[in-house]
Each structure stands twice: as structure tokens, then as C-alpha cells.
């Protein structure tokens, strides 16, 4: 599938997200407890249109591994775990969190990231991004210096992943919370919005990529082609 995509997409070097150079924006852990959170994802529809994301999913955090997953891997603080489901294929925006966010590839995929080191006078120029491929059923820590956003899909069907993060990560914002930073947008959600996203711009979120809005083209089974 690597290859397919790399082809559709001569413009844009997408990466094995084993690749050395993910080093600096997370890790691939191969032996996180994921079974039963896939498993309760096959019952999880794709919409036809737009993401659909759920930062906490009762079936999820209920699934038997929240515990685990909050003293393994975040030394005993609370976690909410849900899920991010669409077609999306637009850079869109880069958001960034206090603490790791793990990503469980429903599907295959492909992140589009960026390093916080980069932004420069709240600005992020795409000439710093980076595509990596994350195949079907790898689990992915993104940093919390990694820029990131929905995944995007490598095929006509959608993406699913699922997305664990500190409690109350991407829930609603007090105002007050909201007149500190130009950049939060939610509770622990950072982000920097294309000018060509309508919705993060008409719900005020800071304008603050230069470049192309990257398009990650994606497999036509039915026309055997691809589709920009």
C-alpha cells in the first residue's frame, strides 16, 4: 500500500512511519493492548462526508485496558480514550497537546506532522511538514512537541483511528482560559488553522499556516486510479 500511495502522490514524500526520521516526532510501541479497542471499532460507521471525532467513547474506555494503558504509559493519570472516523485528506490545520496522544490505526493511514519548534510568531510555515504512513493495527505515540490532526485517508473508503489523550483533552474552553494564548482553541487543544478550513475559521481558531493546504491523494478502487 506504501508504494501505491508514494505513486499517487509524486509531490509529497510520504515516509514508513518506522522510518528513523519519525524519531524526532514519536514512536511506534509494539506491544500496547489494542485488541479489544479495535475490536469494538468494527461496529464504528465512516461517515460519508467529513470527521467524525469522539473524545471519550464509553465503549472504548470500558473495553478492559484503560487502566493499563493510564499506569503503563502515562505514569497513573487519567486518560480519555475515543476515536476520529472520516474522509479526510486536507492538511486543514496542526494542533498540539500538553502530553503524548497515541493513535491506534483502525485503518492505514496517513499523519501529516510538524515540530512546535517551528512555529515561529504563531506561524507554521508547511515547508517544515512531514507525511508519514502508518499502516492498519500500529499504534503510534505522537509527542507533545509533534504538530498534528486528523489522519488522512489512504483509501476511498475513510480512516479510523483511535485516540487516547490526557482527561479532558479537546472539550469545551472557559473564556477566561481562552484570553491567555492566541492559540488554545479547547481544554489542552493548541492549534494553528489554514485560512482554507471553514469551519476552524469561523469558530475563531487562529490563522497561522503559510503555505498549500496538502492534499494527500488516495486510492480510486472503482476507477483503479487516483483522485486529487
Given at each position: 500500500?506504501?508504494?501505491?500511495?508514494?505513486?499517487?502522490?509524486?509531490?509529497?514524500?510520504?515516509?514508513?512511519?518506522?522510518?528513523?526520521?519519525?524519531?524526532?516526532?514519536?514512536?511506534?510501541?509494539?506491544?500496547?493492548?489494542?485488541?479489544?479497542?479495535?475490536?469494538?471499532?468494527?461496529?464504528?460507521?465512516?461517515?460519508?462526508?467529513?470527521?467524525?471525532?469522539?473524545?471519550?467513547?464509553?465503549?472504548?474506555?470500558?473495553?478492559g485496558d484503560k487502566e493499563i494503558i493510564e499506569n503503563a504509559y502515562y505514569g497513573g493519570m487519567p486518560v480519555q480514550i475515543g476515536y476520529c472516523v472520516g474522509q479526510n485528506s486536507h492538511l486543514g490545520g496542526l494542533e498540539f497537546h500538553m502530553g503524548s496522544e497515541f493513535n491506534i490505526a483502525v485503518t492505514d493511514m496517513v499523519l501529516l506532522i510538524g515540530h512546535f519548534n517551528d512555529i515561529k510568531d504563531h506561524t507554521f510555515s508547511t515547508e517544515h511538514l512531514r507525511a508519514f504512513f502508518v499502516p492498519e493495527g500500529y499504534v503510534v505515540e505522537l509527542f507533545q512537541t509533534t504538530l498534528h490532526l486528523a489522519p488522512c485517508k489512504v483509501s476511498e473508503e475513510g480512516f479510523k483511528t483511535i485516540v487516547i489523550l490526557p482527561e479532558g483533552t479537546n472539550t469545551p474552553l472557559s473564556h477566561a482560559a481562552a484570553e491567555q494564548d492566541p492559540l488554545l482553541f479547547k481544554r489542552n487543544k493548541w492549534l494553528l488553522s489554514h485560512k482554507e478550513h471553514q469551519r476552524f475559521v469561523s469558530e475563531g481558531a487562529h490563522v497561522g499556516i503559510k503555505g498549500p493546504n496538502v492534499f494527500v491523494n488516495y486510492l480510486m478502487e472503482r476507477e483503479g486510479g487516483r483522485q486529487r
Amino acid at each position: 500500500m506504501l508504494k501505491t500511495i508514494q505513486n499517487c502522490n509524486e509531490g509529497l514524500e510520504i515516509q514508513h512511519i518506522d522510518e528513523e526520521s519519525f524519531h524526532l516526532f514519536g514512536r511506534v510501541h509494539d506491544n500496547f493492548p489494542k485488541d479489544r479497542l479495535i475490536a469494538k471499532m468494527k461496529d464504528v460507521s465512516i461517515p460519508t462526508e467529513g470527521n467524525v471525532y469522539e473524545p471519550a467513547n464509553l465503549r472504548l474506555e470500558t473495553a478492559g485496558d484503560k487502566e493499563i494503558i493510564e499506569n503503563a504509559y502515562y505514569g497513573g493519570m487519567p486518560v480519555q480514550i475515543g476515536y476520529c472516523v472520516g474522509q479526510n485528506s486536507h492538511l486543514g490545520g496542526l494542533e498540539f497537546h500538553m502530553g503524548s496522544e497515541f493513535n491506534i490505526a483502525v485503518t492505514d493511514m496517513v499523519l501529516l506532522i510538524g515540530h512546535f519548534n517551528d512555529i515561529k510568531d504563531h506561524t507554521f510555515s508547511t515547508e517544515h511538514l512531514r507525511a508519514f504512513f502508518v499502516p492498519e493495527g500500529y499504534v503510534v505515540e505522537l509527542f507533545q512537541t509533534t504538530l498534528h490532526l486528523a489522519p488522512c485517508k489512504v483509501s476511498e473508503e475513510g480512516f479510523k483511528t483511535i485516540v487516547i489523550l490526557p482527561e479532558g483533552t479537546n472539550t469545551p474552553l472557559s473564556h477566561a482560559a481562552a484570553e491567555q494564548d492566541p492559540l488554545l482553541f479547547k481544554r489542552n487543544k493548541w492549534l494553528l488553522s489554514h485560512k482554507e478550513h471553514q469551519r476552524f475559521v469561523s469558530e475563531g481558531a487562529h490563522v497561522g499556516i503559510k503555505g498549500p493546504n496538502v492534499f494527500v491523494n488516495y486510492l480510486m478502487e472503482r476507477e483503479g486510479g487516483r483522485q486529487r
